[in-house]
């Protein structure tokens, strides 16, 4: 199931593997970079900046920048960023960010993943719709990598 509105993307996934390991996957800085391609400076803190730059191929040249808003373990790991700031020229620090947030549950195969990024109606009007189409897909693209990291790093 995926529910989009204007403001909200919503991608959810079942992985056969246990909560545990499905968490640990995304919570864990390094395992993070591997599926989002991201090469991270260190762990994620609530409240910190987490940083790293982007390894895949044609935005090697963004850094990814996010503040850590919940670690919840075994639960839901949100953080907060510029959603699509990828052109260097540009200054979007003055832009509100969107918040991307994970939730796991038990499943009947495993576990399921729900990957949510809300607030795209405070992105200014002249890039929302990009970078609302452009999340959107990363987001269906992310939800696969996070699957296939999982089950074949068991």
Known sequence: MNNSTSDRIEK???IEASVSRVWQAIADYRE?????R???EGPFVVGEV???QITYPGYEHVTMEVIVEAI???HRFAFWWRPYAI???VDYSAEPRTIVEFTLEPAPTGTLVRVTE?????IPAHRRDEAFRMNDGGWAAQVKNIRDHVQTNR
């Not at 993070?32 to 989002?36: D, I, S, T, V, Y």
């Not at 809300?118 to 405070?122: H, P, T, V």
């Open 118 to 122: 809300s607030g795209f109606d405070g």
């Open 12 to 14: 959810q996934i079942e």
């Open 32 to 36: 993070f970079g591997e599926w989002f």
């Open 87 to 89: 052109d260097l020229s």
């Open 72 to 74: 919840e373990a075994e």
């Open 50 to 52: 987490s940083r790293g």
């Open 38 to 40: 991201v090469r991270l």
